[in-house]
């Protein structure tokens, strides 16, 4: 996992990373439709987001086997969370087609809040449960999601 400001993106070496910088600068990300947007086929794409946060409780873990996650703030903040693989417990079977699986989890769980301009990069196989509530009032978010795929 990585988390970090969106301007030290280029400290990091991320597969695909100078596609989704030159993609960031020909763009203005905070108007791009919901929806998904492909950059390099199905090696690369984009889903922007608009939602409100939920409390945790509602939320659910999630992995992915062949695409990394890189999870981009631009408006609101979020609570995201983690935990070892060793504490998950399956809720669902793998998702094939939309390459994910649900699990939960009560223990081991670390968590840190993603501000505007932030973002968090999630491996596959690295469980991640975003979207959750800072504090007990939902707040809009709008977020880029990058799948990068690794396999």
């Not at 060793?86 to 223990?107: C, I, T």
């Amino acid at each position: 996992m990585i988390f970090d400001s969106i301007g030290h993106l280029d400290r990091h070496h991320i597969p695909c990373r100078d596609e989704i910088v030159s993609f960031l600068k020909k763009n203005r990300p905070e108007t791009l439709p919901v929806g998904e947007i492909e950059i390099r086929g199905r090696e690369l794409f984009v889903r922007p987001a608009h939602y409100e946060t939920k409390s945790a409780a509602q939320g659910k873990f999630e992995t992915h086997r062949l695409y990394m996650d890189l999870q981009y703030v631009i408006e609101g903040e979020e609570l995201m969370q983690v935990a070892p693989a060793d504490v998950l417990l399956p809720l669902s079977e793998y998702n094939v087609n939309g390459d994910y699986q649900f699990f939960k989890a009560s223990q081991g769980i670390s968590s840190f809040i993603v501000r505007a301009d932030e973002f968090a990069v999630f491996w596959p196989g690295e469980a991640h449960r975003p979207s959750c509530s800072v504090g007990e009032k939902p707040v809009f978010v709008k977020k880029l999601v990058f799948k990068i795929r690794i396999l």
